[in-house]
Every structure is written in structure tokens, then in C-alpha cells.
T-cell receptor
Framework: QKEVEQNSGPLSVPEGAIASLNCTYS??????FFWYRQYSGKSPELIMF????GDKEDGRFTAQLNKASQYVSLLIRDSQPSDSATYLC??????????FGAGTRLFVKA | SAVISQKPSRDICQRGTSLTIQCQVD?????MFWYRQQPGQSLTLIAT?????????ESGFVIDKFPISRPNLTFSTLTVSNMSPEDSSIYLC???????????FGPGTRLTVL
């Protein structure tokens, strides 16, 4: 069974700090990796994707991928209360098959 | 990306009835997906809808309960049939952009079954 694992949290960080969200996956053949943000009562919103080992930066967000360790992370710099949401890790395991993790709840305290 | 709309945004239905949810995309897409998300839970894939072929259902979901139509490359419907309170959930459609298999989600349909 192909799996995507995330710590459910909640992860609580003070405003201005770096929030670090982690995800592991079981299918070594996975090619594309995604981070979605979901506010309460809203649908998931794609914020980052990465497909090569290393870091990918977009504004305050950095996605990190280590295929050897089957590990994906999302760093949020200068965290803001508006970043408080559930963050879903998703992994495309080939073709049209994408598996979503259960999500990590993030709280940013003002 | 893609702009996706869903109708209805929410509904309250009686046990034993059926509800059809519509999903409209602003561009042609090959694959559309239907998910269910119960409060505080992650996404559960119901089925994958490819235009011109039968939908592919995930384990635990059957066509008689969740019939899907995909008449063209911009539209799909999901019907929740013979509803029970256990069907109360948020139903989401998504589409896949083929660059890196990114998925974009519609706003969801919040269904309550009494």
C-alpha cells in the first residue's frame, strides 16, 4: 500500500518564526511532490510543487525534497497568523495517481 | 492553473434521496477527480473521470452509489444516490494539469443528510 505520512500536529509557532512541515512517502518511484494549504471550510490550494532533489523557493515558502530518504518538507519563513491552516503533502506515484497525506495543522501565534 | 466551479455549494437532503453535484472547468482537461472529505479528515478519492470512458472507482466506492458522468472535457457530475447520514461530507472535484500532474480543486459541495 502506497502511503504518505505527516505529523497531524498541531504545530504551533510564534509569529515571525520558521515553520517546518515534514512528510515521508513509501513509493520510491514517486516523481512529483506537492504542498497544499487548506483553510478551515475551504478547499485545498496548491502552494508549492517540486520534482527534483534539493530546495525550491517561492517567496516565504521553501520546499525540500530528498528522494533517497523519501522525505519532503515545507519551510515557511517569517510565519504569519494568516499562515494558520492545515498543510497537505501529496505525492504523484505515476500516471494520474496522487496520494494525499492526512495533513498537519499549523497555528501561528501573534 | 484552472478555474473550477461546483454546484451546489451546499445542500441539506433527506435520507433515501439523491443529489447530483456539478463540476465545471474553464479549460479542457483530460482527468477529473472526485474526492470526499469528512470534517477534520484528509481527502479520500472516490473516482477518476476520464472523458469518453467509464470512471475508475477506488476501493470502497461503487458506481451504483456514486455514478459519475463526464460528457466533455470541461464538465463532470457526481451523484450521491440513496443517501444516508453517513454520506454527510464535503465533496470536492479536482482537475489535473499535465505539466507535473498538479491538481487544482473546486470550492467543494457541503452535503448534510438528515
Amino acid at each position: 500500500q502506497k502511503e504518505v505520512e505527516q505529523n497531524s500536529g498541531p504545530l504551533s509557532v510564534p509569529e515571525g518564526a520558521i515553520a517546518s512541515l515534514n512528510c515521508t512517502y513509501s513509493d520510491r518511484g514517486s516523481q512529483s511532490f506537492f504542498w497544499y494549504r487548506q483553510y478551515s471550510g475551504k478547499s485545498p490550494e496548491l502552494i508549492m510543487f517540486i520534482y527534483s532533489n534539493g530546495d525550491k523557493e517561492d517567496g516565504r515558502f521553501t520546499a525540500q525534497l530528498n528522494k533517497a530518504s523519501q522525505y519532503v518538507s515545507l519551510l515557511i519563513r517569517d510565519s504569519q497568523p494568516s499562515d494558520s491552516a492545515t498543510y497537505l503533502c501529496a505525492v504523484n506515484t505515476g500516471g494520474f495517481k496522487t496520494i494525499f497525506g492526512a495533513g498537519t495543522r499549523l497555528f501561528v501565534k501573534a | 492553473s484552472a478555474v473550477i466551479s461546483q454546484k451546489p455549494s451546499r445542500d441539506i437532503c433527506q435520507r433515501g434521496t439523491s443529489l447530483t453535484i456539478q463540476c465545471q472547468v474553464d479549460s479542457q482537461v483530460t482527468m477529473m477527480f472526485w474526492y470526499r472529505q469528512q470534517p477534520g479528515q484528509s481527502l479520500t478519492l472516490i473516482a477518476t473521470a476520464n472523458q469518453g470512458s467509464e470512471a475508475t472507482y477506488e476501493s470502497g466506492f461503487v458506481i451504483d452509489k456514486f455514478p459519475i458522468s463526464r460528457p466533455n472535457l470541461t464538465f463532470s457530475t457526481l451523484t450521491v444516490s440513496n443517501m444516508s447520514p453517513e454520506d454527510s461530507s464535503i465533496y470536492l472535484c479536482s482537475v489535473e494539469v499535465l505539466t507535473y500532474n498538479e491538481q487544482f480543486f473546486g470550492p467543494g459541495t457541503r452535503l448534510t443528510v438528515l
